[in-house]
């Protein structure tokens, strides 16, 4: 009985350890867990607030390059890295991505036009996919 | 003995308590800001579908806009007038309206501007030749093709 006041003490420390350890690793836990949510959650709001079409005339014989539309409610990022162009499938190197009404502040806003032009295939009668950095695309038939 | 054990366990389901609440406290509001950004997001491309379904455009030739007059534009020397009809339930930006021709980039000389009420018709001009493809499209993606002839 004389060890029974240590004993005591033993077990009442380890619990409030035990306890704590909890407390850390569940905080630690919900902490990246609601991160995620909240990374995922901003990616699926840029991914719903953008939103792009491919206007070229498919009436039209020959093409001077892509035109895509953004018809979304967020600027988009127009520089030729960010954009992936395929031509019946095929990844097409796109040569420039100049904006054809821009608003002067240089950004692919909503409403404007980005014009890609690539070099070696016309595109009529071909299947055209644009996608953009968040992977919102489009395809258009020409 | 059992007495100090339950006050250790008591103690312990305490710090355990205030732990869950503390997490939960400053976790939730990050989580809820997050999931009614995307709820906001979500409304926006229900709005943005309905616009896109409310906007209708069509080109005439002639200011009567007539049915028969619609998707043609007549060929004249210099430059062309032609008419466009807002013909969705939506308004329209003038000064938004791209044109193609012949499947290149162009622009209404002179350049257009103001809004077009639902049922609204105005005149545009392009310099445009027999035969040419004209395309104007919506800021939202909606779109009307013409021939010249």
Same mark, same amino acid.
Request: glycine fraction near 8%; charged fraction near 15%; avoid cysteine.
């Given at each position: 009985m004389a060890g029974t006041p240590a004993s005591q003490a033993i077990f009442f420390i380890a619990s409030v350890i035990i306890a704590s350890v909890v407390v850390v690793a569940l905080y630690g836990t919900t902490g990246s867990l609601s991160g995620a949510v909240v990374v995922r959650n901003s990616h699926l709001t840029d991914q719903l607030k953008s939103e $792009?079409? &491919? &206007?070229?005339? *498919?009436?039209?014989?020959?093409? *001077? +390059?892509?035109y895509v539309l953004n018809t979304?409610?967020?600027?988009?990022?127009?520089?030729?890295?960010?954009?992936? %162009?395929?031509?019946n499938g095929v990844y097409q190197? &796109? &040569?420039?991505?100049? $904006?054809?009404?821009?608003?002067?502040? %240089?950004?692919?806003?909503?409403?404007? #036009?980005?014009? %890609?032009? $690539?070099? +070696?295939?016309? *595109?009529?009668?071909?299947? #055209?996919? #644009?996608?953009?950095?968040? +992977?919102?695309?489009?395809?258009?038939? %020409? | 003995m059992f007495s100090t054990m339950g006050f250790g366990i008591s103690v312990a389901t305490a710090i355990i308590a205030i732990g869950l609440i503390l997490t939960a406290t400053v976790h939730y509001e990050r989580v809820s800001n997050s999931c009614e950004s995307l709820q906001d997001a979500r409304d926006e491309k229900h709005a943005m579908r309905l616009s896109e379904l409310d906007t209708a455009i069509g080109v005439y030739s002639t200011s009567q806009y007539h049915y028969e007059d619609q998707g043609s534009i007549e060929n004249t020397s210099g430059s062309d007038n032609f008419y466009i009809k807002n013909t969705g339930t939506t308004s329209i930006d003038k000064a938004d309206l791209i044109v193609l021709v012949n499947g290149a980039s162009d622009s209404f000389n002179p350049e257009l501007s103001g809004w077009a009420y639902p049922g609204d018709g105005f005149q545009a001009t392009l310099d445009l030749d027999l035969g040419d493809d004209v395309k104007i499209v919506t800021a939202n993606g909606r779109s009307v093709h013409a021939g010249v002839v």
């Open positions: $792009i079409v &491919i &206007i070229n005339d *498919p009436a039209a014989s020959s093409h *001077p +390059g892509v979304g409610k967020t600027s988009l990022d127009n520089s030729t890295d960010t954009i992936a %162009l395929m031509v190197t &796109i &040569i420039t991505s100049d $904006i054809e009404n821009d608003d002067g502040n %240089l950004q692919w806003d909503p409403s404007e #036009v980005v014009n %890609l032009t $690539i070099s +070696g295939v016309n *595109p009529a009668g071909k299947s #055209v996919k #644009v996608v953009v950095a968040n +992977g919102v695309s489009d395809t258009e038939q %020409l | -």
